[in-house]
């Protein structure tokens, strides 16, 4: 997407606006296809960006859906995903979001912990005859080394169910009438740029899946969930798709008896194929400090605030404008609604932004807060250009309230 086009969108839908690349993310969901092969699936992480137009091209692309709520689960099927291309992962799934799924008839149940093994069984007692597809999630205790925000794998980690617990809850699922243990999975957390901890959880899992073989319990296939990295500013990916999934199919080699390898890749199928088009509202300047205050803010965009995300800014606009080391700063009443840290540009108000690499985390993770209407989304294939998601409106944000008026 060039400057220009980027720009026209912005005059045609007004900004803030969530721009992706159709292209990008063929070609990234294609990454993933081609690696695997017939040696496995990948099944992209809804919660990265679940916009329905975005499912579409992700499903029309031959990715399956890994969900984590049962809001995700009705997107991927109003999008024309097929359940039997969905997996369901969480820690904390609600009773009704797995009869949900039950009924919906995916392809595999990601299990966290005793707990919700159980819960399935009963569910599945319930509805005689009904059998559910059950991986079971380990922690393997593995650091990978990213942000302690978004690192899962670690035994002080909620996620998965401990390593030393793991063989006696897969030989139970495995006895249970209701339930059809055929994987194993995991994930470590998310930005892994480097393979090492990944093989070494794939190990843990290929000993335990061996030890269950030998008892007779078959494993078809082994999840290895997500989390490769996409530099949020301007550095180029230190792991390349093919190169983390050859490392991985490496390890699990090529017998007759090798498990599928099963991924969940959410960021690096959308992340690098969304901007977020913002513009200068004004300038300021607080003693030392320079500020360009944009009309986007931490509610469009949570990432800098959540996780000190640091994402590329872009000026589309040309012309002259005031060369200083900017602050970009959104309307927001919170101190930490600041969306860039020392930026350096000629800004002038008026101008368009690009802040870029944010089609994951984006979006899906915005919010109303201060009572602000979400921006619109916008989908760019070569150059066709259309609205998928039309800004919200204020009027809509409270209808509801309003028929329940005091
Ligand atoms: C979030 C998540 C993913 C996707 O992670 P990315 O970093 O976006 O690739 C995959 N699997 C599970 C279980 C997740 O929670």
């Not at 707990?115 to 059950?134: F, N, W, Y």
């Not at 899992?205 to 061996?210: T, V």
Request: aromatic share 4%.
């Amino acid at each position: 997407m060039d400057d220009s086009q980027l720009l026209q969108i912005a005059e045609r839908f007004g900004t803030p606006c969530y721009v992706y690349d159709a292209e990008c993310i063929r070609r990234n969901s294609a990454a993933y296809r081609d690696a695997l092969g017939q040696r496995g699936r990948a099944f992209y992480a809804v919660k990265a960006n679940s916009n329905l137009s975005v499912l579409r091209l992700i499903a029309g692309a031959g990715l399956g859906f890994d969900i984590v709520s049962g809001g995700e689960l009705a997107r991927v099927l109003a999008a024309g995903g097929a359940p039997e291309d969905i997996v369901f992962s969480g820690v904390g799934k609600h009773p009704d979001e797995l009869a949900q799924a039950l009924d919906a008839g995916i392809a595999c149940f990601n299990i966290e912990s005793a707990a919700e093994l159980k819960l399935l069984i009963m569910l599945t007692t319930d509805r005689l005859g009904s059998r559910a597809p059950v991986a079971l999630r380990i922690n393997p205790d593995i650091d990978a080394h990213t942000h302690p925000h978004i690192t899962t794998g670690r035994a002080e980690d909620k996620f998965g169910i401990p390593a030393a617990e793991a063989l006696d809850l897969c030989r139970q699922a495995a006895a249970s009438p209701g339930i059809e243990l055929i994987g194993l999975s995991c994930h470590l957390g998310s930005q892994i740029d480097q393979t090492a901890p990944l093989t070494r959880a794939l190990e843990k899992m290929l000993e335990l899946r061996a030890t269950l073989r030998a008892e007779g319990v078959a494993i078809g296939h082994i999840d290895m969930g997500g989390g490769l990295a996409v530099p949020d500013g301007t550095s180029a990916p230190t792991l390349a798709i093919p190169d983390y999934i050859g490392a991985l199919l490496d390890l699990i080699g090529e017998g007759d008896d090798a498990p599928e390898l099963w991924l969940e890749p959410g960021r690096s199928i959308t992340a690098d194929a969304g901007a977020l088009l913002t513009r200068v509202l004004l300038l300021k300047h607080n003693w030392a400090r320079n500020f360009a205050v944009v009309d986007a803010a931490m509610n469009d965009l949570m990432r800098p605030a959540l996780y000190s995300a640091v994402h590329a800014v872009r000026r589309l606009t040309q012309g002259e404008g005031d060369a200083r080391i900017w602050q970009i700063a959104g309307p927001v009443c919170e101190s930490t609604d600041m969306l860039a840290h020392d930026i350096e540009l000629p800004l002038a108000p008026g101008d368009i932004l690009a802040l870029e690499r944010t089609g994951a985390y984006g979006f899906s993770m915005s919010s109303n807060y201060n009572a602000r209407a979400r921006p619109c989304e916008a989908l760019v294939d070569g150059g066709d250009c259309r609205l998928v998601r039309p800004r919200e409106t204020q009027e809509e944000l409270f209808a509801s309230e309003l028929e329940h008026l005091l």
